[in-house]
């Protein structure tokens, strides 16, 4: 369901963006990921895209990765939620016509 018709996903939405940036630019001042010299396709998977933007960084893949786990922490309590939600009204729908 999209997030216009589901708001409770809307917070990870919002949330997750601010914090993996956050991430993001704190490895690259810090140094531990390298500053991005190239620009890939949007199509190019994940991990790989970092490797190839930093020109071989791994500091780079390294915090893509923490990004992604990240980012998956943050929306599944939200998603737990979400499906909750879905199945208790399914349940109430088919209680409600037999």
């Given at each position: ?24 630019y704190?490895a690259?001042?810090?140094g531990?990921?390298?500053k991005?010299?190239?620009m ?9 895209n ?16 923490i ?5 998956v922490?943050?929306y ?9 939600r879905a ?5 109430q729908?088919?209680t409600d016509?037999?």
């Amino acid at each position: 369901m999209p997030i216009m018709l589901n708001p409770i996903l809307a917070i990870p939405f919002i949330i997750t963006p601010l914090v993996t940036g956050s991430i993001g630019y704190f490895a690259t001042v810090t140094g531990f990921a390298g500053k991005a010299v190239v620009m890939v396709p949007w199509t190019t998977p994940p991990l790989i895209n970092a490797w190839l933007s930093t020109a071989g960084s791994m500091g780079a893949v390294i915090t893509q990765l923490i990004c992604i786990v990240t980012a998956v922490i943050i929306y599944l309590p939200f998603v737990k939620i979400a499906s909750r939600r879905a199945e208790q009204a399914a349940l109430q729908q088919a209680t409600d016509n037999p």
